[in-house]
């Protein structure tokens, strides 16, 4: 999915685009390997929001 969020605040505004995807638990743990980091912990019952911390 690819998207671009609009944010104001009083008379700024900004945007911010981003791309992102689903992935496995397997697919997670190497992308977080080969940025330097692993997966701590689920910070959700559903399994949505991680901690990662550095290798």
């Known amino acids: ?3 671009t ?3 104001q605040a009083d ?3 900004w945007t911010h685009a981003f791309t992102a995807m689903r992935l496995d ?3 997670l743990r190497a992308s977080l390997h080969s940025a ?3 997966l ?3 910070l959700t019952d559903d399994s949505q929001w991680v ?3 550095p290798v």
């Open 11 to 13: 008379d700024r505004v």
């Open 25 to 27: 638990e397997a697919q």
């Open 1 to 3: 999915m690819s998207a």
């Open 40 to 42: 701590d912990r689920y």
């Open 51 to 53: 901690k990662a911390v």
């Open 5 to 7: 969020a609009e944010y």
């Open 36 to 38: 330097g980091l692993a």
